[in-house]
């Protein structure tokens, strides 16, 4: 799963409510292929075929509009037009269906130029690494790898992570001097990464395997992008699992 | 799974989603459990919390016959209708396939009279809602002057009060559907088997004894006419068969199932309810009868339980038989048999305002004649007219066997199953009490002089449209 030759975004829009795709995003997207994911969320009291005979063309029409800036910047765009009553269930079953990697969940962004790179142990490095590297190496935007750990004695793990993300970024385009590296300990990791992102025009981050909580109370990609201001590009599952040996390879040994 | 359907309002159908010409993608997110949910939650609270009083009062003991012939009936059409289902799995349930199956005039007094008799089933639901709401005022101590009078303003106020909340509320109310057709069983299977263990005299009690029959053997079968309604929901299912996730598994699975589900669970609840008080105390407490039964075995605070549960049962089938005709409306509007200004989707609440308002309207003039029985056989008049010719349209479309027909589930036994169905669902009309039957008629002739005037150039059969 981790070898997919291209990157590929998918962009929910929800499409009838006003919702808009920020020029910079355009502009940085434009180098990975796109699929643009306009979806209209209809109650469970209305039929969805009931919404889209009324509200088709016109969804259509905006659907279109942002396929041609997209296209206009020279990226290689495609759409979809979905009505539903879930939207999460949409994009993750388009998501899959379209084998995009990443999903990109909008937000305002009036300039793009320092993106967070969110970075947890057990998640692919690499896969998140090198998107980043393909999307954004055309661009002259500057990359913070972020780490968060809960013991500061962990700090050296946390090093050792982010050093491997910073050398495939510097394989797939991006300078060093691009690249600020980051270890944080803090015992709310959320937190943090919250914090952070406010100084930061886009933030990525692998989705998390769901625990038993975060089904409950929802996922972690999901709260951050709810709590942001800023877009934010979520890698998807699927394409960050890695074997346990590399797991513990990547952690630096065994842990107890 | 891919099919060419036979109308322009369809597209190819995959597990997850239907996808129109134009590329534009309607997702499918009803699973099973929340199939089921929606047969069951129609469907259960009727024939627990409204009927046993009626139903011991007509027949006796033996008015558990009447329930389980109501659930085979009901399965001899789930069945045929699984089978439609899962080669259109489009909203509009029983009218889309009889509309499809046997031309636009069958359509439309199907199509008019589905709407209508769900209209008669949630004011039957409200009704019931009233008569809780009373019960639960005497149980708190407070004199409900003026009974039947009172349950009429309970029943509208309620009724208005669901039309509102279904033309602005966006919040998904599945999951909470969910859970309450969830905790009701929960509650009933308790009961009911606390009640079955001492109905065999497990706790060294004397049950009441009485003959099985004591009106002789019509009753069985009037009051099988009569409690019908608590088999509706089944077909409710079906109207909402273009948002159910993998149809060719999940809709007979949910139809089939919820129909089992709920049969099971009346018959047992008529045979501890006529077990723990006979037939004539259960008579007296009419439309609340459970209560006193639950009461009989757990004191006061199983009455409580069981009024709260009463009042969430009912409130639940009301909300789900407006909601589905609301999803009827929009299926005869779609084939411009009724204006298409009917379905009308309104941009800010996203929510079918005047079709919600042509249910809700309706209902509550219905509310305020108070007419349990009356309300309970119209709807079921309507309903097994629309379950006959289901039957009907499924032998017609199986013999002509056009390209496009390619279901996912067969019925079992045909030509025969669906021939006693289509008989048995006509057959149980002639047991109605006359001024149903009246009513029954003169909604059908009204539909049929509608399309006359109105749908006459509609053709919808087979890929005429």
Known sequence: MTDVPENRVLVPIEVLRGQDVPEPVIETFSSASVVLLGYHEIPEQTAPDQARMQFEDQAQNALTDFETAFAEAGGDVSSRLVFTHDPLKTIERVAAELECDSVLLLNPAPVLRQILVAISETVNVEHIARLVGDVMADSDVEVTLY???????????????????????????????????????????????????????LVVLGESKPTIRERIWGDVSETIAGQTVNPVLVVRRDYLEVPEAELEEAAGGPRG | MASDLPSEGSGTVTDDATRHEGGTELERTIGLTGGLSIGVGTMIGAGIFVFPGLAAGQAGPASALSFAIGAVIALFVALPTSELATAMPESGGGYYFISRGMGAAYGAIVGISLWLGLVFASAFYLVGFGEYAVGTLVEAGVPAGGGGAFVIVVGVAVGVGLTAMSMTGTENTASLQNTVVALLLGMLSVFLLYGLLDSFGVFGRETVPQELTPEGYLPILTTAALVFTSYLGFAQVATVAGEITDPGRNLPLAMVGSVVLVGVFYVLTIFVATSALGSEALEAAGETAIVEVAREYFGRPGAVAILFAGLLATLSSANASILSSSRALYAISR?????PGASKVNLKYGTPHVALA????????LVTTGQTEILAEVASFLHLVMYGLICVALLAIRREDPDWYDPDFNTPAYPVLPAIGAISSFGLIAFMQPLSQVIGVFVMVGALGWYLYYARDVSLKGGEL
């Not at chain 1, 050093?163 to 300990?185: F, N, S």
């Not at chain 2, 084939?335 to 204006?339: F, G, K, L, Q, Y």
């Not at chain 2, 042509?358 to 003039?365: D, F, M, Q, R, S």
């Open chain 1, 147 to 201: 780490h968060v750990t809960p013991d500061s004695e962990e700090r050296e793990r946390g090093e050792r992570i982010l050093e491997t993300a910073a050398e495939t970024l510097e394989e797939h385009g991006i300078d060093r001097d691009r690249i600020v590296k980051a270890v944080v300990a803090d015992d709310e990791p959320l937190e943090a990464l919250l914090a952070s992102a406010e100084n930061h025009h």
């Open chain 2, 335 to 339: 084939d411009r048999i009724v204006p």
């Open chain 2, 358 to 365: 042509l249910v809700g309207g309706p209902v509550v003039l």
